[in-house]
Structures are given as structure tokens and as C-alpha cells.
């Protein structure tokens, strides 16, 4: 159980376009969803906190007109990558938290991730 | 926020050798997870540990709450143990997990 996919797994674009990323929780409900963004052989860094039927919310430095978030139900959630440049690509994956636990269970789940190129 | 250190960054080992990877964090948490970052980038949960001990097979881990400090044991090393572990941690009454900067693990026959 608790399994997070994400698609597409890898995608290239032209500099310009809009690249749209899905996170789904395949077998739970997630009324909480994160994107992190990861760098070669850095760390995970945390981008926004994605809530079912409300505003994302997100961290300090992260645009939130150039990362689009839409969290419509509570299996999905959508990142869109605005205008892409080649400075954005990256490595995109999204984590869901369980719902329904106990409020003091906070085990996250990861996505495999989205490999972002942008030329 | 947060902080959360590992340590060590690199750890090189031969096949069945023992290692202790470490995790400092500078606050209170309400999560604690251990991860393995395979060679296509997926984030594999090891443990969730805010408190306490636990153990799967060849690994196991440890979080002293109080001092604020988890270790990850990994125990006779095999060469598929190799990649990258991670720890992250969020602060009370958030959701938000911090990662650390990751301890990279090569594992040699």
C-alpha cells in the first residue's frame, strides 16, 4: 500500500512551452501533497505544499506564477511548469501524506520522480 | 526552520561490513524518515522513526528524540546497499520534511 506515481517520468521540451507533471496516490487519500525539486548530487528542496481544494502554499525563492500547482481531489495533484527555460530543468517529485491516520502519523510517501529538460 | 545534518557525506565499504550513518536535527520533530535513493532517483522509505528503535532485516535505526539525533545501521553490507540515504525531519505542527544533505554509500565486492 501507499504507493505515489508520477507522470510523465521523464520529459523534454523547447524552451517557452508549459510542461504539466500528475501526482497520483494509487491506493490512498492525500488531502496534503508536496513538490520538492532536486539538483544532480544535491539534496531534495522543498518547492510548495499542495492542499486538497484550497491554495498551495508555497517556500520562500519558489515563484508561484512559473510553478502552477492544482490540487482538484484527493488522489491528484498537478505541478505545471510555466514558460520552462533551461534553468528549470531538473528532477520534479511530488510526496503524499496519508489521510484518515491518526493526527500524529506523518510518514510521507514519494513519487519515482519527473526528469525535466528543457532546451 | 529546521536544520538537518548527516554525517558522513562519503562512506566506502567492502562487502560485509557494518556502518552507522548519522542525522542531526536542530528542533522538536513530529517525523523522522530514512530513505534510499536508488540509481533512477526513487525514494524508497527505510524507516519512520520520530522516536524510538526499529529494525528491517540488515538495517535498523534509532532516534533519541531528547538529543535530537538519529542513526541508520546498515549491517553486512551487500553491493545493492549502494546509492544515497537521506534523512528528513519536520518541525511540530507542520508538515513540512527537511532533508538532509544526503550520505553517499558505495558498497565494493
Known amino acids: 500500500g501507499a504507493v505515489v506515481s508520477q507522470h510523465p517520468s521523464r520529459v523534454i521540451c523547447k524552451s517557452g512551452t508549459s510542461v504539466k507533471i500528475e501526482c497520483r496516490s494509487l491506493?490512498?487519500?492525500?488531502?496534503?501533497m508536496f513538490w520538492y525539486r532536486q539538483f544532480p548530487k544535491q539534496s531534495l528542496m522543498l518547492m510548495a505544499t499542495?492542499?486538497?481544494?484550497?491554495?498551495?502554499?508555497?517556500e520562500q525563492g519558489v515563484e508561484k506564477d512559473k510553478f502552477l500547482i492544482n490540487h482538484a481531489s484527493l488522489t491528484l495533484s498537478t505541478l505545471t511548469v510555466t514558460s520552462a527555460h533551461p534553468e528549470d530543468s531538473s528532477f520534479y517529485i511530488c510526496?503524499?501524506?496519508?489521510?484518515?491516520?491518526?493526527?500524529?502519523?506523518?510518514?510521507?510517501?514519494f513519487g519515482p520522480g519527473t526528469r525535466l529538460t528543457v532546451l | 526552520g529546521i536544520q538537518v545534518e548527516q554525517s558522513p557525506p562519503d562512506l566506502i565499504l567492502q562487502e560485509g561490513a557494518n556502518s552507522t550513518l548519522r542525522c542531526n536535527f536542530s528542533?522538536?520533530?513530529?517525523?523522522l524518515q530514512w530513505f534510499h535513493q536508488n540509481p533512477w532517483g526513487q525514494l524508497i522509505n527505510l524507516f519512520y522513526?520520530?522516536?524510538g528503535t526499529k529494525q528491517n532485516g540488515r538495517l535498523s535505526a534509532t532516534t533519541v528524540a531528547t538529543e535530537r539525533y538519529s542513526l541508520l545501521y546498515i549491517s553486512s553490507s551487500q553491493t545493492t546497499d549502494s546509492g544515497v540515504y537521506f534523512c528528513?525531519?519536520?518541525?511540530?505542527?507542520?508538515?513540512?520534511?527537511?532533508f538532509g544533505t544526503g550520505t553517499r554509500l558505495q558498497v565494493f565486492p
Open positions: 510526496s503524499a501524506k496519508l489521510t484518515g491516520r491518526a493526527s500524529s502519523y506523518n510518514e510521507q510517501f
Open positions: 491506493d490512498f487519500q492525500a488531502t496534503t
Open positions: 499542495s492542499n486538497e481544494g484550497s491554495k498551495a502554499t508555497y
Open positions: 528542533d522538536s520533530v513530529n517525523n
Open positions: 522513526i520520530p522516536s
Open positions: 528528513a525531519a519536520s518541525r511540530y505542527n507542520t508538515d513540512k520534511l527537511i
